[in-house]
């Protein structure tokens, strides 16, 4: 299972149902997921509170690899490689099997740390489940260098969607397995 993370923004579901595609396997957005199985997250976030949400999306997203088997395409949320320790009990097991993992890969809108915080949180204030200009900023400078710091290939997307897929396919194929699911669909798991 090819595993993709990175900051909110970043392109990972772009990026990986587009993966997904050329791979012919399927493709899981874990947001998605978590909003099929819980509802909506900043309501979520509200009612329950961070550690909350953070254990059901770890929840959410061992259903999800389960379910994939193996096979397939999943993007993290993006904080999900920062959740504290405590927040399931799978958590640290399920995270260093993520960054153990040849087919995990992060993704960064720049590599550059400015430049990443300046597109990081131009993108998420288009979103609609956004926070504040300045919210968004504190996130990103606090997550940029978790991101870096984790023993996982890093790209960047500042450029075409199509000539990333190729870097990620030439990266990835040499270290994973995948068997084609039907037609390749883009998988639609209700948990």
Known sequence: MIQVAGPGGAGKTT??????ARLGTAFVDLDEQFTAAAGDISAYLAAHGYKAYA??????????MGVLRE???IALSSGFMTYPDDAHPSYRRLRQGIIDSPATVVLLPSFDYETCVAETVSRQLRRPFSRSADRE??????RFSV?????VAKFETNGPVDALVDDLVAHLLPNIRLQPT??????SHRG
């Open 15 to 20: 990026v990986g149902s587009s993966l997904a």
């Open 55 to 64: 254990g059901r999306n770890i929840q959410v997203c061992l259903d999800s």
């Open 71 to 73: 096979e397939g395409v």
């Open 137 to 142: 900023e504190q996130v990103i400078r606090v």
């Open 147 to 151: 991101y870096c710091d984790l023993s």
């Open 182 to 187: 039907a037609a390749g669909a883009i998988m």
